[in-house]
Each structure stands twice: as C-alpha cells, then as structure tokens.
C-alpha cells in the first residue's frame, strides 16, 4: 500500500471527460479554484509548445471509502461572484473515485478552458451590478505567429466575451472548447473558410495555411499526445492523505499556510461541512455594504479567536482535534458575531476599498460575541452609546500613522481578547483595551505632528472615508455615500488654473490640493451626481430650498466662506484645514506642544547626530541618545547616521507623478504603513529596486525647500 509509481494518464480529452463524468473528484481538504485568466492562457501556451506543465498526484478512493468522505467536483463556469465554489458532489456511493491531491489549478484550468467560461469583475464596476462580469470563453488566436515573446508566449491565447471579426494577416479567433468536438482535417478548413466568409473577405492562401497549422496543433495536443502523466495514492487512510497534502504543498509559495491548516479544519469536524461553512460565510460577509474583500485567512483567525483557542495565530498545534471540536461547537455563535462587526464596521464607511487591517474587527467581533449582541445592535438607538465608543476606538486604530494592525499581531489580538474576556464593565472597554496597547508600544494617543500628517491625506487613500465620518458623525452613513470634492477637481488643474489668473508660482500647489482632506466632503450618491463640476456656491444654491438650508449645510461641514471661484480656492482650503485640525484634535485629545520645546529637542539631538560619524568606536550614537536622553516620546527617524525629525516631509517623483511620505515620531510612514526610504523607493516604482539616497527628496519642517536625500546627508551629517 502507498504511492505507485510515474503512470500514463492518457490525453487532455480524457482528462476532461474523466472530471465531466465525476470520476476525477477533489477530496474536502483541496481549496477553491484561484487561478487567473492570464494564468489559464499561460498553461495552454505551453501545452502548444510542449513545455511539460507537471505531473499530478491522484488518490485511487474504494467504493466503501468514497461513502465516508466529502468530494467536489471541479468548477467549470467560474463566476467571481456568483459561481466561485466547487460544486458539492453530496453523498456518493457504490464506485471507485479518483482523487486529486496536486494538480487541481491545472485540471480546473483545462476544464474551464475546453469546457466552460470565466466571469471576472470589470475595473471600476460595482460588485453588485450585474453588467461588471461579463462572461468570456477561451479563444485562440490562429494567426498569431508562434514566436516566443519576451515573456516566452508564442500562442495568443484570450479569454473573450465574443470573437473579434477576421483581420487578414493578423487576426482569425478560434473558440477553444469547440475544439473537443472538432473532427481532424478537412472540417478544420471547412472552419476557417466558414468563419473568413462569414465577415465578407475571401481568405488568402497564406492565411488559411498558418490557421490551419495551429488548428491542427491545438488538435493533435488535445486529442492525440498523452499528456498526463500521475503518481497514485492507494492508501484509505484520510491521516495518511493528509499528511502527504500537506508534505507536498508546504514547501510552495502559492498555497498559503492557512490554507493547509483549513484543510486540517474541515477533515476534522464531524457534524457541519467546514468547507461550506466557511465559503459560504466569507461571501456573506463580503456582500455587506458595498463590498468588502475578506479571505480564508480572516475568518480562520476570527475562529481561532472567538474560539478561545489558546493563541490566534496560525499554528498546527492550534488546530488539534478538540480545538477545531470546540470552533465547531460555537460556529453558529462566531457566525453571528462576525456579520454584526463586519455590519458595524460597514455603518462606519469601510469597504473592501483600500488597504486597512481587517485584524483590528476581531476584538469588536470577540466582544460582541461575549456580550450575545442581539441583531438589531447595529441600528437600535438603546447601542448608540456602545457603537461610538467602538467606532472611536477602531477608527483611531486604523488612523494612526505608526500602524498599530502589523508587527506582533498574534500577540496582541490575544492579549485584548484577555482584556475583554476580563472586563467588568457593561459596555465596550475601549480604556482597557488602549491602556493594554499602550503597554506594547502601541497607544492610540495623537501628536500635532500626526493631526498634521492626516490633515494632508489624500483621495483615493481609504483613510480620507473614514477621516471624514469621523469629523462629521452626523452624517447617516446607512445611506451609500461617496467621498466628492468639495471644489471640482476639474476645475484646479494647471491649465484651468492658469485660465483663471492664478500667479504661475502657485498653480502647482493648488493643483496639488485638489485631492487633500480639506477639499473633500462626503455626499450621498444621488448629491454626488447632481453635484458633478458645480462650483461650492452654486452647487449649495441649487441644491437647498433656502439660503438658510445651504448655509446650515456649509456650517456644519466647516466651509466657512464658501468659494465661488479658482480665485478663492487657496482661502478656503486654509480655512477649513484650520477648521478640521481643531475640530480633530479635540476628538483626538490632542494638547498643542508649547512653542519652542520641540525645536530644543531637535537643536540638541541634531547637534548629537552631526558629529555621530566621529564616534564610531563609541558605546552610543543618536540612535540610543533618541531612546536615553529625551523625555518624552521619540522626536525622528534615524536613516543610517542622519536623523530625521518628526514631521519631516519625503517625496519621491517617478514616472511623472509625485509621492510622498512623512516622518511620524520615530517612524517613517507611507499610506498609513511603516517602512524604511528604500521600502518606499520600491513601493512608488513598482517594486523594482531603488537607490533611496539618490531617488528621494527631503525637506524637513523647519525647511523652505526639499532637499535631494544625497546632498542633504553630506550637508548636515
């Protein structure tokens, strides 16, 4: 007993017949379908080329065994949203199965490619619309020239949602799937002739010889080479199958750890279908609101901690059988619980737009869980006390440069699930909750310097949503609302400015304002679209019965004098900036320093910093004179031997458009996130590798002028 050695599996045909006929099956522990379209098109171009594309690693299932287990079948119209699970096979009894234990995303692709269709969301559509997922099969373009590319492609295949009409030399597109019922030779011309016709051109010789080469290939690779090739499993033994699953898949990088710990999951409950379970919650959760983007991985933590598993993070040892006996146990009770924080969360602004940390959820959704939360807690007004103090708390949270969701998580989810299980108190312990973080280096108190750097946050940064119903909470976010532009952002580019008489100095300033919080309101959907490029005064004349109803408006969204030309932009962006940062720092807590002691702090630690270089051999340098000498909190970033101090500004321009980061206490943030310059320098160009020093620009905030990074080191190291 055990695995047999390298066998023949016959042809691509068989291969798909075997899965149409449910003979190839996919055993409970294999996760969903998560191939791409581009990836799909990859395999088929190698199967052209006769790259080998893999053997596979087939689990022979007894009759008897294949009554005890769950199997699915393999998807073939994939849906994102509608469509995106394997099918249940439900209860199977009286035949001998075949499994798969590594191949799935090849097998699903092929059946996708030569049996079904792909639906994916178009950029920009809505989740809910249901035009944003148009339905594409796999085409194949025969006269495409079969020369590798730069990225080795020689096969022009595409996913379509119809044909593209005959290009003589250039373009004739086969549909894949036909190619299963498609006789060899003359019905192949019979095709090409069929179809140049059909658009009314006479096909040249030359095109009708290159098409019927790569039909003839694409039918020879389907139907007649034995491209299969497997090693079988004959055990019967589910311990044993997974543990060679999990041998095969841990040593990769596509398949996620989670992923293999959710396979121990679902082998292990007894009485629910964890797979279903999951899958099934994930999509309600991420169809709340306007959409959000929650994975496997969120919902296994969530489990881990609602759970009360001892840790939340993603061990085996987590996942023994009485443990993933106790998820079990409580499922109805963390499935309840996570839809009303998710709720919650959404009645906040949040969405599956933007990167914000899922994680900082799950001690609101382990509280609710504790307090047995009734469904209505999201909306009935006996909350509304309990509700603000969770949305202070979360959003504060997710606002802080610093970045409180990263570093040591595990940890620290697990010790204010200890917090909460703790509390005495009969709401949300949103002070025991910050005094515990505060105790890890990860308090949610708020610098001027900090208000500053939020006060500069710009659309489409998730941050600007949340910013913007945290300042005006009287705004019903139950309603779908948009983040819009208080001034047209049409109307403040370089060339309008310039049209309306701004001095030629002060156009790029202005132009860049147009996306900053100040000019940034929220409207519900239907204002939006009524509102489109009006200008502040017109927009409020037309859009108010009464003057009074309009100004009532502008008052309470800090307008102040509301602008009715380019000329008044820079006036009133100043003023409602000055309006946010009182109004946030009062919600913040946050005291002005007194004038002169950050600036002593900075003169005495540049002074230390200039001559570190000197001090080589010595036990300190900046770096620990930062940590020792101050009181207080941390005043700069130390960047090798250079420091720079908190509210410094960093810019790096790349491919024509400007990005820039901020120096945050001790810390150097980009969107919310902590990194290092070269991090960043990375970030902004697409990954590749940066000089830091040379790329970005530095101005510090007692600077009148950026500064190349390089000649800023030389000038004051």
């Not at 001034?487 to 156009?507: C, D, H, N, V, Y």
């Amino acid at each position: 007993m055990g695995i047999q050695m390298y066998k023949p599996g016959g042809t691509l045909r068989d291969a798909v017949q075997a899965i149409e006929t449910g003979r190839y099956v996919l055993p409970a522990i294999q996760r969903e379908f998560v191939w791409r379209p581009d990836q799909i098109c990859r395999l088929f171009d190698s199967i052209m080329q006769g790259i080998p594309f893999g053997t596979f690693l087939f689990w022979r299932v007894e009759p008897k065994s294949a009554e005890a287990y769950k199997f699915y079948g393999f998807v073939r119209d994939y849906h994102e949203r509608d469509n995106p699970h394997c099918p249940d096979l439900g209860p199977i009894t009286g035949r001998e199965l075949t499994a798969v234990l590594d191949g799935q995303q090849r097998l699903s692709a092929l059946n996708i490619g030569l049996r079904g269709s792909m639906a994916w969301r178009l950029p920009n559509k809505w989740k809910t619309n249901k035009n944003a997922y148009p339905v594409k099969h796999l085409y194949l373009n025969l006269l495409h020239a079969p020369d590798p590319d730069e990225e080795g492609e020689a096969f022009q295949f595409r996913f379509l949602d119809e044909p593209h009409t005959y290009v003589p030399g250039s373009e004739l597109w086969f549909r894949v799937p036909s190619i299963l019922k498609m006789e060899s030779g003359p019905p192949m011309l019979e095709w090409v002739m069929r179809v140049a016709t059909a658009e009314g051109v006479t096909i040249s010789q030359a095109d009708m010889s290159a098409a019927y080469k790569v039909l003839f290939l694409l039918h020879r690779v389907i139907h007649s080479e034995n491209k299969v090739s497997y090693y079988e499993e004959d055990s019967q033994s589910l311990e044993r199958v997974l543990r060679i699953f999990i041998r095969l898949n841990s040593g990769g990088t596509v398949l996620s750890y989670s992923d293999l710990l959710l396979s121990i999951a679902v082998a292990q409950w007894q009485d629910l279908d964890a797979r279903k379970e999951i899958h099934s919650l994930r999509d309600d959760l991420n169809a709340i609101g306007t959409g959000f983007s929650f994975s496997n991985d969120f919902i296994l933590k969530a489990g881990l901690m609602l759970a009360d598993i001892s840790s939340v993070g993603f061990k085996v040892e987590n996942f023994t059988r009485p443990n993933m006996a106790e998820l079990e146990k409580r499922w109805s009770g963390i499935r309840r619980a996570l839809i009303l924080a998710v709720e919650l969360a959404a009645s906040f602004g949040l969405s599956g737009q933007g990167r914000w940390a899922e994680s900082s959820l799950l001690p609101i959704a382990y509280y609710l869980h504790r307090l047995g939360a009734p469904d209505n807690f999201v909306t009935h007004s006996s909350r509304a006390t309990d509700r603000a103090a969770i949305q202070s708390w979360l959003v504060r949270s997710l606002l802080k440069p610093s970045g409180i969701w990263g570093s040591a998580l595990d940890t620290l989810l697990t010790a204010l699930r200890g917090v909460i299980r703790a509390s005495q108190e009969a709401a949300f312990p949103a002070g025991a909750l910050e005094t515990e973080m505060k105790a890890r280096g990860k308090g949610l108190e708020f610098s001027e310097a900090e208000v500053e750097f939020l006060l500069d946050t710009s659309y489409p940064d998730y941050r600007t949503f949340l910013l913007l119903s945290f300042l005006y909470p009287f705004v019903d976010l139950k309603n779908h609302f948009h983040v819009d532009h208080v001034f047209p952002k049409s109307m403040l580019t370089p060339a309008q400015l310039r049209r309306a008489g701004i001095p030629p100095e002060s156009i790029d300033d202005l132009s860049a304002r147009a996306n900053r919080l100040p000019n940034l309101q929220l409207l519900g959907g239907a204002e939006n679209n009524e509102k489109r490029a009006k200008l502040p005064k017109a927009w409020l004349a037309s859009a108010f019965a009464t003057d009074a109803a309009g100004a009532e408006f502008a008052a309470k969204h800090d307008f102040g004098s509301v602008p009715g030309s380019a000329a008044e932009f820079a006036a009133f962006f100043d003023a409602r900036r000055a309006f946010m940062k009182a109004r946030l720092q009062k919600l913040l807590g946050v005291v002005s320093a007194p004038s002169g002691e950050m600036g002593s702090k900075l003169d005495a630690v540049e002074a230390v910093s200039g001559g570190a270089h000197q001090m080589e051999s010595a036990s300190w340098k900046a770096e620990s004179f930062l940590h020792e000498s101050l009181s207080g909190p941390s005043v700069g970033f130390l960047w090798r031997d250079v420091l720079l101090p908190d509210g410094t500004d960093i810019l790096m321009t790349y491919k024509g458009k400007s990005f820039q980061a901020k120096i945050i206490g001790s810390e150097f943030t980009y969107e919310g996130r902590c990194m290092s310059p070269s991090e960043f320098a990375s970030s902004v160009a697409d990954g590749t590798s940066r000089n830091a020093w040379r790329d970005l620009m530095v101005k510090r905030p007692q600077d009148l002028h950026f500064l190349p990074a390089d000649d800023f080191r030389r000038k004051f190291n």
